[in-house]
């Protein structure tokens, strides 16, 4: 019986980190959303890894961005991303929950950004 076996980890390893940097998540921060060491999302990032289909989903999750990206990419480049665009892409990523949970806190920090509306 022929079995297909997935064999491109180096890139799968590279989409995990470019994925990573766009949430502004650190490895740290990684590993801590889907109960992973460091030192394996690190093993992962650099392709000397492989997962499971249980973390693979995780990660997905995670990093908001589908399995099959994950698996096999859309020719996205590693580049460093500007803070602006590390929240941009956060928004995009995020449900209607998410959203007022990330409204909430930038208002708890800036109170003076509370819209009027909620006032009155």
Same mark, same amino acid.
């Given at each position: 019986?022929? @079995?297909?076996?997935? !064999?491109?980890?180096?890139?799968?390893?590279?989409?995990?980190?470019?994925? @990573?940097?766009?949430?502004?998540?650190? %490895?740290?921060?990684?590993?801590?959303?889907?109960?992973? $060491?460091?030192?394996?999302?690190? @093993? *992962?990032?650099?392709?000397?890894?492989?997962?499971? %289909?249980?973390?693979?989903?995780?990660?997905?999750?995670? *990093?908001?961005?589908? $399995?099959?990206?994950?698996?096999?990419?859309?020719?996205?480049?590693?580049?460093?991303?500007?803070?602006?665009?590390?929240?941009?892409?956060?928004?995009? @990523?995020?449900?209607?929950? !998410?959203?007022?949970?990330?409204?909430?806190?930038?208002?708890?920090?800036?109170?003076?950004?509370?819209?009027? !509306?909620?006032?009155?």
């Amino acid at each position: 019986m022929y @079995r297909n076996e997935f !064999e491109d980890w180096i890139g799968f390893g590279n989409r995990v980190k470019i994925s @990573r940097k766009q949430m502004g998540l650190t %490895v740290e921060k990684l590993a801590e959303c889907v109960d992973r $060491t460091e030192n394996y999302i690190n @093993r *992962l990032e650099k392709g000397e890894k492989s997962c499971s %289909v249980h973390t693979i989903h995780q990660l997905s999750k995670s *990093l908001k961005v589908s $399995t099959d990206f994950l698996l096999y990419g859309d020719k996205q480049e590693e580049r460093d991303y500007k803070d602006e665009e590390i929240i941009k892409n956060i928004i995009e @990523r995020c449900n209607k929950k !998410e959203l007022k949970i990330i409204k909430d806190v930038i208002v708890a920090m800036y109170p003076k950004f509370i819209n009027k !509306e909620e006032n009155e």
